[in-house]
């Protein structure tokens, strides 16, 4: 004899987890649509906000809960941040030498 299938749908037990992104929201998956990228921000801006040390715990943290494609944003966002900051930092030592620009560029090679 063969047995008869049932005709109901087995409907598996989802888990609900919380949104990693802190809003606190019941989801199936990691996040809520959208929610990946604001995490990503956020996780940008407390970057930018820390000291050295500080940066690397949250960019460790970043690559453990974004997706390849955001930690790419990531880094990228990070890395125009730094040469940002490099780039105003040069500009602010220049214009610290004797007012002229010319002169304090000559000066650096002696």
């Known amino acids: 004899m063969t047995k008869k299938r049932s005709t109901q749908p087995t409907t598996e037990a989802s888990t609900v987890a919380h949104c990693l992104c802190g809003c606190g929201q019941e989801v199936t998956r990691r996040y809520k649509p959208g929610h990946d990228a604001r995490h990503a921000s956020?996780?940008?801006?407390?970057?930018?906000?820390?000291?050295?040390?500080?940066?690397?715990?949250?960019?460790?943290?970043?690559?453990?809960?974004?997706?390849?494609?955001?930690?790419?944003?990531?880094?990228a966002s990070a890395a125009r941040a730094q040469a940002k900051a490099e780039a105003q930092a040069w500009a602010a030592n220049q214009n610290?030498?004797?007012?002229?620009?010319?002169?304090?560029?000559?000066?650096?090679?002696?």
């Open 42 to 75: 956020a996780l940008f801006r407390e970057w930018e906000a820390a000291s050295a040390p500080q940066r690397v715990m949250v960019a460790e943290r970043a690559s453990q809960v974004l997706s390849p494609a955001l930690m790419a944003k990531f880094r």
């Open 96 to 110: 610290r030498g004797s007012g002229n620009p010319v002169k304090a560029v000559l000066d650096i090679g002696s």
